[in-house]
């Protein structure tokens, strides 16, 4: 019983690791870089909005 349960666990998530290795081409590609510069950028906004509202 426990052999016809745990063997199909690899072979049905290997068709997931191939969809989501893929690469499409018209994706959106953004730079790790400038997410991070909008991060920062959007805490100093943050702070800034802070102290002119005191």
Not at 1 to 29: C, H, K, P, T, W
């Amino acid at each position: 019983m426990s052999g016809s349960q745990g063997g199909g666990g690899l072979m049905s998530s290997a068709g997931l690791v191939r969809y989501f290795d893929a690469e499409d081409r018209n994706a959106i590609r953004i730079d790790p870089k400038t997410i991070v510069a909008f991060g920062v950028l959007f805490g100093v906004l943050v702070q800034v909005l802070n102290v002119v509202s005191l």
